[in-house]
């Protein structure tokens, strides 16, 4: 059974970073695409960013690119979200998935699997 657990959320301020872990078990993270994905209070789960597991190539949504690096540490079995420049409009909870094959997606539905979720706020 395929286990995901996130943690390193928390608050902080606008402008601050955070780094938010996935920890896989259950298989090899190394072989599945793993994305982040986030929801705020009244609206809907949105894809964050991604990463695939064939070539490592990265997938980021508009609104945070240039901000946010996804990361995998495959001997670790961990994916990470390294996030900077935080602001207020990040804040959510946010989740890691990972679905069978390779490559990435922004659909929850193409998710086979999903963590508890970690809660980020940012706020003054």
């Known amino acids: 059974q395929v286990h995901l657990v996130e943690s390193g959320g928390g608050l902080v301020q606008p402008g601050g970073s955070l780094r938010l872990s996935c920890l896989a078990s259950?298989?090899?993270?190394?072989?599945?695409?793993v994305g982040w994905f986030r929801q705020a209070p009244g609206k809907e789960r949105e894809g964050v960013s991604c990463?695939?597991?064939?070539?490592?190539?990265?997938y980021y949504v508009d609104s945070v690119k240039g901000r946010f690096t996804i990361s995998r540490d495959n001997a670790k079995n961990t994916v990470y979200l390294q996030m900077n420049s935080l602001k207020p409009e990040d804040t959510a909870v946010y989740y890691c998935?990972?679905?069978?094959?390779?490559?990435?997606?922004?659909?929850?539905?193409?998710?086979?699997?999903w963590g508890q979720g970690t809660q980020v706020a940012v706020s003054s």
């Open positions: 998935a990972t679905r069978y094959g390779s490559s990435c997606h922004f659909s929850v539905p193409a998710y086979d699997y």
């Open positions: 259950g298989f090899t993270s190394g072989y599945y695409a």
């Open positions: 990463i695939s597991s064939s070539d490592g190539s990265t």
